[in-house]
């Protein structure tokens, strides 16, 4: 790999020099009123990232993994019954951790490269007369399949089934790129993590926690110490931490997120989408098509890309790395030799993803995938062209 390049994996993403200064900082007391001024500001501009007026911010030194055991640790029992869709490797995983912790999970098995059944969801939930079901777990953005599903619909079927569950969303790899609406979509628990769209270094869980939430944190029997929602809300009403923070990563998310603001959130899903449609338009272009479904599924931060038949994606990514030394994602799970990723999230821009598109394109037909050089980065570039001048007439 060389460090000269830009990655093109679904994460960690390219870091801003900016925020990379940010995080590398001089040793601060972190029960002094200066970590006070770096840490309340994060929480207050998170929740205007996700959307919340009432939610509380947690931020905990781990992992966006670490947010997920959050999440269930602080609301749920042993026994409790979960219901969530099986629809990709991250879906999956936070099955697992379910299973582990003593959770009995519903589980509704669906074809990788579709979004979350709300219908089926809806149809559960009204079944479920005792409200035997106590969360909803949903992934907005399937990073191994490249697929958003429909949180509004979801919340929508747990209105129309008049189901009181909580209702818990992994928006590990859609936060900060694409629009996530905690308050107008109901979301109970947003997940997410500081090396994807927040432009950093893995390193912090972060978590939405609305009302209703909290409000299950007492009767929650889950055990949990280093993931206490109650420690760190103390702690954070004295202006601190239950125990030593990840000051320069909390200081490299004050930057991050006064970046994205300053930006205008509304530009920052902009700029997604518009790299992410350039990214499709070259797959088109290749001849080749993206493992979702369909197009209303698209993901905006992450595009698995679906090789013919007799061909291995995941060699894709690795003789990429090997022989032009730039990295793009291998296929997980159930997709693992059919697909190879292409992260277009974060730090990023059209040029710099003309430069992963052609070495996709190079190492595709090194393999010997029929693919005409050229043909997916000038599709790219025709668009990205267009989209540019339109751009700058509406800044005019």
Not at 308 to 329: C, D, I, K, L
Request: net charge negative; glycine share 10%; proline share 5%.
């Amino acid at each position: 790999m060389s460090f000269q390049n830009p990655v093109f994996i679904p994460g960690p993403t390219n870091i801003p020099e900016v925020i990379r200064k940010a995080c590398d900082m001089p040793t601060i007391d972190h029960r002094s009123s200066v970590f006070g001024e770096i840490f309340a500001p994060v929480r207050e501009n998170l929740k205007k990232v996700l959307k919340t007026t009432s939610g509380e911010i947690i931020i905990f030194p781990a992992s966006g993994t670490g947010a997920w055991e959050a999440s269930i640790s602080n609301t749920l029992s042993p026994g409790d019954k979960v219901l969530a869709a099986r629809n990709g490797m991250f879906s999956h995983r936070w099955i697992d951790m379910c299973q582990r912790h003593g959770l009995e999970v519903q589980i509704v098995e669906t074809p990788w490269g579709e979004g979350i059944p709300a219908n089926k969801y809806q149809e559960i939930l009204a079944a479920d007369k005792g409200h035997e079901i106590k969360a909803v777990l949903a992934t907005h953005n399937e990073t191994a399949t490249g697929v958003r599903s429909d949180i509004g619909a979801v919340r929508a079927a747990m209105d129309a089934a008049k189901h009181p569950a909580l209702l818990m969303v992994d928006g590990v790899s859609s936060v900060a790129s694409m629009d996530f609406r905690m308050d107008d979509w109901g979301v109970d628990l947003a997940v997410t993590g500081s090396q994807k769209g927040f432009m950093m270094p893995a390193g912090l869980a972060i978590c939405g926690v609305s009302q209703k939430a909290l409000s299950h944190m007492d009767a929650a029997k889950l055990p949990r110490t280093f993931f206490d929602f109650r420690d760190m809300l103390n702690a954070y009403a004295a202006g601190g931490y239950p125990y030593t923070p990840a000051v320069g990563l909390l200081n490299g998310l004050n930057t991050s997120v006064n970046m994205l603001l300053d930006e205008g959130l509304e530009a920052v899903f902009d700029r997604h989408h518009r790299i992410a449609e350039g990214v499709r338009r070259a797959i088109a272009a290749w001849g080749l098509k993206p493992c979702a479904a369909n197009p209303s599924l698209y993901s905006d931060t992450v595009t698995a890309v679906v090789v013919p038949e007799g061909f291995n994606g995941s060699a894709v990514a690795t003789h990429a790395a090997e022989a032009y030394g730039m990295a793009f994602g291998v296929g997980l799970g159930e997709v693992a030799t059919k697909v190879f990723r292409i992260g277009h999230l974060g730090s990023l821009t059209e040029a710099m993803m003309l430069s992963g598109l052609s070495v996709a394109e190079m190492s595709m037909v090194d393999l010997g995938i029929p693919v005409k050089l050229g043909s997916g980065v000038a599709a790219a570039q025709e668009y990205y062209r267009v989209g540019s001048a339109a751009m700058q007439a509406a800044a005019e």
